[in-house]
């Protein structure tokens, strides 16, 4: 079936760095958009960042632009997120999901709602 | 940015009552990209509804989506048990996808 499962995640200072991974299976990855979207403790849920099945294109959500990079290496069927510069206000649990996609006749579309998520990673910083 | 509310922040029920859940856009959504999602602690959010009015995929018919333009509605007509959880809208229309704040669906 399909799953995706994230790791990564950890304690980490204010200020430093940590590369998430999200590893998916059961479907031909490459086809879909994948998304990052968190959840701090006691909040809603925050879409973070986007990125195409070839990877050109991305998206971010204000509040990680310029420090969160979003990447995938679909021959290991996996996407990262490269997170730097981090912010107290950055502890979450980190959701790995992918987006939706449509076939009408022999076009294809996409839509960035997400259709599986990953069971999440926690990231804490603190100091 | 498209800013989503919803209302209320918490809705008390019993099972076997009708649950409506409203998230209210800033601006006009685009083509009803908007979604709805099931949220459970400790467990992966779950793709409830999209398109405003498609059930996704294992969605019972009890959920229900209605709405456009920046006024949408999640309906469940029945709760059973296993119904009580947090919901959340989210719009795909344009970056960034937001989502709402989220409603509390807590047994009374």
């Known amino acids: 079936q399909v799953q995706l499962v994230e790791s990564g995640g950890g304690l980490v200072k204010p200020g430093g760095s940590l590369r998430l991974s999200c590893l998916g299976s059961?479907?031909?990855?490459?086809?879909?958009?994948m998304s990052w979207i968190r959840q701090a403790p006691g909040k809603g849920l925050e879409w973070v960042a986007s990125?195409?099945?070839?990877?050109?294109?991305?998206y971010y959500a204000d509040s990680v632009k310029g420090r969160f990079i979003v990447s995938r290496d679909n021959a290991k069927n996996s996407v990262f997120l490269q997170m730097s510069s981090l912010r107290v206000e950055d502890t979450a649990v980190y959701y790995c999901?992918?987006?939706?996609?449509?076939?009408?006749?022999?076009?294809?579309?996409?839509?960035?709602?997400?259709?599986?998520w990953g069971k999440g990673t926690t990231v804490t910083v603190s100091s | 940015e498209i800013v989503l509310t919803q209302s209320p922040g918490t809705l008390s029920l019993s099972p076997g009552e009708r649950a409506t859940l409203s998230c209210r856009a800033s601006?006009?959504?685009?083509?009803?990209?908007l979604a709805w999602y099931q949220h459970k602690p400790g467990q992966a959010p779950r793709l409830l509804m999209y398109?405003?009015?498609s059930r996704a995929t294992g969605i019972p018919d009890r959920f229900s989506g209605s709405g456009s333009d920046t006024d949408f509605t999640l309906t469940i007509s029945r709760l059973e048990p296993e119904d009580f959880a947090v919901y959340y809208c989210?719009?795909?229309?344009?970056?960034?996808?937001?989502f709402g704040g989220g409603t509390n669906v807590d047994i009374k």
């Open positions: 989210q719009q795909y229309a344009t970056s960034p996808f937001t």
């Open positions: 601006q006009s959504v685009r083509s009803s990209y």
């Open positions: 059961g479907y031909t990855f490459s086809d879909n958009y």
């Open positions: 990125i195409s099945g070839p990877g050109p294109t991305v």
């Open positions: 398109g405003a009015s």
């Open positions: 999901a992918r987006e939706a996609k449509s076939w009408v006749g022999d076009l294809i579309y996409f839509f960035h709602y997400m259709d599986v």
